[in-house]
């Protein structure tokens, strides 16, 4: 185990959330698997019919689960870390801390944003929070990440 996945799991948590996808997103492609498996049993009726709907459905419920399984972390202790998805960074090299409502996002996200970013967005949360670096050895100039308490998270990054 990494230094700073031992630091991660003894740290206390200060903020925690996982960026799940909310109900209103599930009904679309629920649907979708369920007419795809119906097509499918139009075309091929008998004993195998179940079998579309067996496959579709989980895979579906599968794929939604996993677009929320990212989540945004901020650890306390000695060395008080962010976690946004599988990246962390020490708090130490966080700079300054922008937040952008979900008007604001676009162009935070589109031209205007640098490739070498680290960015994790997600469509169906509204703000984004972005974090310059001040880390010299590290190429990647800012973290650009989906929150829905970005005041919350922007107080303990500019805290530590």
């Given at each position: 185990m990494g230094e700073s996945a031992k630091t991660?799991?003894?740290a206390a948590v200060r903020h925690s959330e996982r960026l799940y996808v909310p109900w209103w997103g599930w009904p679309l492609p629920v649907l979708g698997a369920i007419l795809l498996a119906a097509e499918?049993?139009?075309g091929y009726p008998?004993?195998?019919a179940?079998?579309?709907y067996v496959i579709a459905l989980p895979v579906v419920v599968g794929l939604m689960l996993s677009l929320g399984r990212a989540k945004v972390r901020v650890t306390g202790g000695d060395e008080p870390e962010l976690?946004?998805?599988d990246a962390h960074l020490p708090l130490r090299y966080a700079g300054t801390v922008e937040i952008f409502d979900k008007d604001a996002k676009r162009k935070a996200l589109g031209r205007d944003g640098?490739?070498?970013a680290y960015v994790?967005?997600?469509g169906w949360v509204g703000p984004v929070v972005r974090i310059t670096l001040t880390d010299p050895a590290d190429p990647t100039p800012y973290w650009l990440f989906s929150?829905?308490?970005p005041e919350r998270v922007a107080d303990l990054v500019k805290g530590a």
């Open positions: 991660a799991a003894s499918v049993d139009m008998g004993v195998r179940w079998l579309p976690w946004v998805g640098d490739p070498a994790l967005h997600r929150t829905r308490h």
